[in-house]
């Protein structure tokens, strides 16, 4: 059997307990033993652990401030998004650490020359040892580019458990059945001045738009938006909510009828795009939720329209007309969220993540 590696997680965010995707991989990875600890940038770092050892208590003591001297007790490091390879880089080169790389969408991920030096430079390297990625338009990407780089693509990516108990999910609370109101939320960290790229504009307009056609529609934002940023007079239609982390955020899903992400490529750079759905959208939707998103670039392989979710176009209007449409079926919301349910508890169970990455981490594949 190959000796298990002594692996550490680079890291420029964790353990910031509003990036919910990143604290459900890493400490999945911990208490699997996969990664030995986490050397991160981020900072004020006592801060933060003392918040994340209150959730955590036992993983606390694994997570550390990152010092290139530590490289030399370690066998390989592992490492998501483009940047975070970029950055740390040099100094792996320098103690030559093997490194394994989860290629994300966004990250420094985008069309630009600055993206694609970057590339070259990390996947070029003789110290990557393995890639993961998790979208069809990266993995063609990088088979085109770089065809010498051992691959996995991915389905999916690690969200908390929490979402797995008994409960979440199991809800008959929709509107028009149980409730009243056609509650809809948006969630999303804010990375331009309008929000465009995460499709804040068209969730602003789609609200004010559901009500001018008479429903009792709610808009619920999260992220770092407030009322500045919605059309005038229309304010009294939405709540505000700051920036939530995974377990506040669990609990607002549990009212929500749908969640809209009408996110668009090609805002913040040059050929720059998110996966689908969105991490967000995933918890969601393991919280009952129906997802309706954007998908630009036929992303999707097993969320099916009209079945699973509902895929629009970025255009409010548009995105009215489907969900009237759907309103209009009995028990339309609860069918197409129930079912995308139980899509999801498939494809992200956190078993299912962990099978598929374990070999790698293990040293058992290239």
């Known amino acids: 059997m190959t000796e298990q590696r002594r692996t550490v997680v680079l890291d420029d965010h964790f353990p910031v307990l509003s990036s919910g995707f990143r604290v459900a991989e890493f400490t999945e990875l911990l208490r699997a033993d996969l990664v030995t600890s986490v050397r991160t940038t981020v900072g004020p770092l006592d801060e933060l652990v003392a918040a994340f050892g209150e959730r955590y208590p036992d993983l606390a003591d694994r997570v550390h401030a990152y010092d290139p001297t530590a490289l030399a ?15 740390y880089l040099d100094d ?8 394994v790389l989860t290629l994300y969408p966004g990250g420094g991920l985008d069309g630009t020359d600055e993206a694609l030096a970057k590339l070259d430079r990390v ?8 890639l993961f990625t998790t979208q069809p338009r990266v993995a063609e990407m990088v088979a085109a580019r770089y065809p010498h ?21 199991e809800r008959t609370n929709y509107f028009g059945v149980d409730k009243e109101t056609l509650d809809l939320c948006f969630v999303a960290h804010r990375y331009s001045v309008t929000g465009a790229d995460k499709g804040f504009p068209e969730f602003a307009a789609l609200v004010p738009e559901l009500a001018r056609r008479g429903l009792p529609v709610r808009g619920h934002v999260v992220g770092q938006f407030d009322a500045s940023d919605l059309p005038p007079g229309h304010q009294h239609l939405f709540e505000m909510y700051g920036v939530l982390e995974s377990a506040r955020l669990q609990e607002l899903y549990g009212g929500m009828d749908a969640i ?15 996966g689908f759905p969105l991490a967000s959208s995933v918890e969601a939707a393991l919280c009952g939720v129906m997802v309706v998103a954007t998908d630009e670039f036929r992303q999707s ?21 489907r969900l009237v449409r759907l309103l209009r079926e009995p028990g339309g919301i609860r069918r197409v969220a129930q079912s995308g349910l139980r899509k999801v508890r498939h494809v992200y ?7 598929v990455r374990a070999p790698v981490l293990r040293g058992d594949l290239g």
């Open 349 to 355: 169970a956190p078993a299912r993540q962990l099978d």
């Open 301 to 321: 392989r097993f969320l099916r329209d009209g079945r699973d979710a509902l895929v629009v176009v970025p255009d409010a209007g548009q995105i009215a007309d």
């Open 92 to 99: 792996l080169t320098a103690a030559g650490v093997p490194f």
């Open 260 to 274: 809209v992400s009408p996110n668009r490529p090609g805002v913040l750079a040059v050929g720059a795009f998110d």
């Open 123 to 130: 996947l070029g390297s003789p110290l990557l040892r393995h």
């Open 149 to 169: 780089v051992p691959t996995s693509e991915l389905q999916g990516l690690f969200v908390s458990r929490a979402y797995f108990r008994p409960g979440p999910g």
């Open 73 to 87: 007790d370690v066998d390989q490091a592992y490492l998501i998004f483009l940047n975070n390879a970029a950055y």
